[in-house]
C-alpha cells in the first residue's frame, strides 16, 4: 500500500510513541512519520484517494497545455512551449507548508489551505508566447481562474518573474465530478534558468555579503529579461522579414530597452564600488 509515493507496506503500528502524536507541533518531519500519523488518524485511505484526485487533475492541464502547443506549431509553424514540466507535491512537503502556515495537518486542512499540491510548469519560448497561451488557456469553459499572480509585469524584490495561475478544472470519477485545483505556472527559458538557481542557493546558510549576492542576484534577473526582450525583437523582425542590422534607426521599443540596460550596468558599478568600500572597512577594522 502507498500514500502518494510513500510506501507503507512495513510500517509496523506499534512504533507510534507519544512523541510522534504531537506531530502536529514539529517541524522537519521524516517520510516515516507523515506515514504514521496518518495512521493514527485512520486517513490513510482518504489521502491515497486525495492524492489520485490530485494527479488526475493535472493530467488534464498537462493534455490541455499539449493539445494548445500541437495547435498553435500548426497555425504559427513553431511550438510556443520548449517544455512542460509537473509535479505532485509529496506528503512530507505538504506537512511542511502547513506547519509553517501554523495549520493543523488534516485532510480537511490540506484541501482548504494548499492550492499548489498539483504543479504544471510551461516554459515557453518568448514573453509574448506566456499571455497567449495563458490567455487560451483560462477561455477554456472547463477552466476556472481562482487567482492569477503576473509578476512578469511585477516582478518580486528578488528578481523573480514568471506568471502563476491557480485553476479549478473538473475530473470525472465513477459516480461524480469533481473541481480540483492545479497551480500553472508560465516561464521562459531565460525565466526558469535564473529561478532554477536561485532557488537552489537561497537555501544556503550564513553567506558572507549576503546583501551584495541579492543584489547581483536582482541584476542578473533583469539582465534576462533584457535577453527575452531582445531575442522577442528579434523574431518580430524575422517575422516581419526585416532584415535591418540592429541598431540602424531603432523602435521605440528597442530605445527603451538600451536606457533600461544602460541602467542596470550604472547598478552594477554602483554595487561593485560598494563591495569594495565594504571589504576596505572591513581590512581596516581588522588592521586595528
Request: hydrophobic share 40%; net charge negative; charged share 35%.
Amino acid at each position: 500500500m502507498s500514500i502518494g509515493n510513500l510506501d507503507l507496506t512495513s510500517l509496523d503500528r506499534t512504533l507510534m510513541t507519544n512523541e510522534q502524536k504531537s506531530l502536529l507541533n514539529v517541524s522537519n518531519v521524516s517520510q516515516k512519520e507523515v506515514e504514521q500519523l496518518l495512521i493514527m488518524r485512520g486517513q490513510v485511505q482518504e489521502f491515497q484517494m486525495m492524492m489520485m484526485k490530485y494527479d488526475c487533475a493535472l493530467a488534464e492541464v498537462r493534455t490541455k497545455l499539449e493539445v494548445l502547443n500541437k495547435e498553435l506549431s500548426l497555425k504559427n509553424n513553431r511550438n510556443p512551449f520548449e517544455s512542460i514540466k509537473s509535479r505532485i507535491k509529496t506528503p512530507v512537503s505538504i506537512y511542511d507548508k502547513l506547519n509553517r502556515k501554523g495549520i493543523p495537518f488534516s485532510i480537511e486542512n490540506i484541501e482548504s489551505n494548499i492550492s499548489d499540491i498539483a504543479g504544471c510548469r510551461a516554459i515557453c519560448s518568448f514573453v509574448d508566447d506566456i499571455y497567449m497561451v495563458a490567455d487560451c488557456l483560462k477561455k477554456q469553459d472547463d477552466v476556472n481562474v481562482l487567482v492569477e499572480k503576473d509578476y512578469i509585469a511585477t516582478p518580486k524584490d528578488s528578481g523573480y518573474r514568471s506568471l502563476h495561475l491557480i485553476i479549478e478544472t473538473p475530473i470525472f470519477l465513477t459516480d461524480v465530478k469533481e473541481m480540483m485545483k492545479v497551480e500553472v505556472q508560465f516561464r521562459t527559458i531565460a525565466m526558469d534558468f535564473w529561478a532554477s538557481l536561485e532557488h537552489k542557493m537561497k537555501y544556503k546558510k550564513d553567506i558572507e555579503n549576503a546583501e551584495l549576492i541579492t543584489e547581483d542576484l536582482k541584476f542578473s534577473a533583469d539582465l534576462i529579461n533584457q535577453l527575452d526582450r531582445r531575442m522577442q525583437q528579434i523574431r518580430e523582425r524575422i517575422d516581419a522579414g526585416d532584415g535591418r542590422p540592429y541598431g540602424m534607426t531603432p523602435t521605440e521599443e528597442e530605445e527603451r530597452a538600451d536606457s533600461e540596460t544602460m541602467e542596470i550596468i550604472r547598478r552594477e558599478i554602483a554595487a561593485e564600488q560598494k563591495a569594495m568600500v565594504a571589504k576596505k572597512r572591513k581590512r581596516a577594522v581588522s588592521e586595528e
